[in-house]
């Protein structure tokens, strides 16, 4: 069974329909007095060329480019104002900043990370621990005799 659509002039009997079938349209030619449609025309493209040759097109595309990049990062900057007073998306990001940094510097105390960087970096900017990697092969007829 397929839906059927109810017909517009039973669903609104006191409004009449403002087209019918005695309803003359319009001449083509009454319309066309006042408006016209126009493509490009000739001079569009030799003007379009002309703009391109001496640079302007581009001065102008680049300049629209500009216009367009400073608008967008105007209007984010706004959003951005806008979220922060209304979220305080700054305050909370400080304050998980800090606890961060707090928890940070309680893990460098308890397994003492600073002291250990620090001669660490010592030893290896005077050239300190020379390590020497030897590479032992063990063959199996050794390791069973």
Same mark, same amino acid.
């Given at each position: ?35 016209? /449609? ?13 703009? /391109? ?19 967008? /990062? ?72």
């Amino acid at each position: 069974m397929g839906f059927i659509l109810p017909c517009p002039v039973s669903m609104w009997p006191s409004t009449s329909p403002r087209f019918t079938i005695t309803t003359p349209y319009p001449h083509p030619r009454a319309a066309s007095s006042f408006l016209q /449609v126009k493509a490009f025309q000739r001079g569009d493209f030799d003007r379009l060329a002309d703009n /391109v040759k001496s640079g302007k097109a581009w001065r102008d595309a680049w300049r629209s480019a500009n216009d367009g990049f400073e608008q967008f /990062v105007f209007e984010a900057k706004k959003t951005a104002e806008r979220i922060d007073r209304q979220y305080a998306v700054s305050r909370r990001f400080s304050s998980a900043a800090s606890s961060a940094a707090d928890r940070a510097r309680e893990i460098d105390r308890e397994f003492g990370i600073t002291p250990r960087v620090r001669t660490v970096s010592a030893d290896f900017s005077r050239n300190f621990p020379k390590v020497i990697i030897l590479h032992f092969t063990i063959s199996i007829e050794e390791a069973t005799s």
